[in-house]
């Protein structure tokens, strides 16, 4: 038996390549830019590697990174960045959901809106597993 695909199928196969790579072109660049931001800014520092300084509060909570990115500090644009790596592939697990519904796939739509349940609620609870 040979498997047809239709229209929405390739359709909805090329918007997610589409996704990844935009996603984590997008995310290289955000990186690169935060990085050359904060060697910039930072570079000349003199590291002491007896004293531990820890990381900035302002990169613990989304409104610290938002804050952080309009003002241009590099740790906030690069922490972004990686935060948009890591979206990336969730934002294709929606898009694969929303073209098994198209196509009236209710095993896979199941199947994927549950790995995006236990991603999501990993992500939320700090469990993972």
């Known amino acids: 038996m040979t498997s047809k695909k239709t229209a929405?199928?390739?359709d909805i196969q090329h918007i997610i390549g589409w996704i990844l790579r935009?996603?984590?072109i997008s995310s290289?660049?955000?990186v690169f830019i935060g990085g050359c931001l904060y060697l910039y800014r930072h570079g000349h520092e003199q590291v002491h590697y007896?004293?531990?300084i820890g990381v900035p509060g302002f990169v613990h909570s989304a409104s610290g990174i938002i804050h952080g990115i309009f003002t241009?500090?590099?740790r906030a644009i690069i922490q972004a960045g990686i935060i948009?790596?890591?979206a990336t592939p969730v934002v294709r697990i929606i898009f694969s959901a929303i073209g098994f519904v198209l196509e009236k796939d209710w095993l896979y739509t199941?199947?994927?809106?549950?790995v995006l349940a236990?991603?999501?609620l990993s992500a939320l609870t700090g469990n993972a597993g």
């Open 118 to 120: 236990i991603i999501l």
């Open 28 to 30: 290289m660049l955000i």
């Open 110 to 114: 199941g199947i994927t809106l549950l």
């Open 22 to 24: 935009v996603g984590v």
């Open 50 to 52: 007896t004293h531990f």
């Open 84 to 86: 948009l790596l890591i």
């Open 8 to 10: 929405t199928d390739v």
């Open 72 to 74: 241009w500090r590099g």
